[in-house]
């Protein structure tokens, strides 16, 4: 079945560039995608990254995407205490149904 | 566009009781999903509809019942809330002819007592 990995938590100053990583198991994977959750809210998109891709580039966000290895990965520059939120990494597998798998989220915490 | 609400925001309910859960999309999506987000767990997903007229069961459906009311609506269900249900709910909407991102509504938060 589908999987998706991410680590819970990363710590980070402000200033410094931030990446978060993710890993997959669903060689199908057609579109993976990035989301953030701030305290009390819904989740956003931030980027999603085609498969055929390897990387994709909007403002301070860069996206890695290893499909050999079945690793992506979010790059922030410059972290603002904006930033700090939770980060979802998602595939989606194609089929009619249309489902996201997401990874358990990762925790950013950005320090002044 | 409002994108995908939900209500209500907040809800206390006791063991035992039922509620319904209420969401719409207005960017005329066809397809619907009902998530539930638990500490350290991620999102679940609960139930999901791919297009009006049809509703699937996700990965966490006992308890929760569904209804697509109409291509805007798709509204959750649970009969007899037991406190395993305390969570948040969220709904979330795509467009299936597009690179399939899903938008999200801004949650119900759930205490069942």
């Known amino acids: 079945g589908e999987d998706v990995e991410q680590s819970l938590f990363l710590s980070v100053r402000e200033g410094d560039s931030s990446v978060i990583n993710c890993t997959y198991t669903?060689?199908?994977?057609?579109?993976l995608y990035w989301y953030k959750q701030e305290p009390g809210a819904g989740l956003q998109l931030l980027t999603y990254i085609f498969s055929n891709m390897d990387m994709k580039q909007d403002q301070r966000l860069t996206v890695l995407l290893n499909k050999k290895d079945k690793h992506l990965s979010l790059r922030i520059a410059d972290t603002q205490t904006g930033d700090s939120a939770i980060y979802f990494c998602?595939?989606?597998?194609?089929?009619?149904?249309?489902?996201?798998?997401f990874g358990k989220g990762t925790l950013l915490t950005v320090n002044p | 566009n409002a994108g995908v609400t939900q209500t209500p925001k907040f809800q206390v309910l006791k063991t035992g009781q039922s509620m319904t859960l209420q969401c719409a999309q207005d960017m005329n999506h066809n397809s619907m999903y009902w998530y539930r987000q638990d500490p350290g767990m991620g999102l679940r997903l609960i139930y999901y509809?791919?297009?009006?007229?049809?509703?699937d069961k996700g990965e966490v459906p006992n308890g929760y019942n569904v209804s697509r009311l109409n291509k805007r609506e798709f509204s959750l269900r649970l009969e007899s809330a037991a406190p395993s249900q305390t969570s948040v709910y969220f709904c979330?909407?795509?467009?299936?002819?597009?690179?399939?991102?899903?938008?999200f509504g801004p949650g119900t938060r759930l205490t069942v007592t």
């Open positions: 509809s791919a297009s009006e007229g049809t509703t």
């Open positions: 979330a909407s795509t467009q299936p002819d597009s690179s399939y991102e899903q938008y």
């Open positions: 669903d060689s199908s994977s057609t579109y």
């Open positions: 998602a595939e989606n597998s194609g089929g009619s149904n249309y489902k996201l798998t």
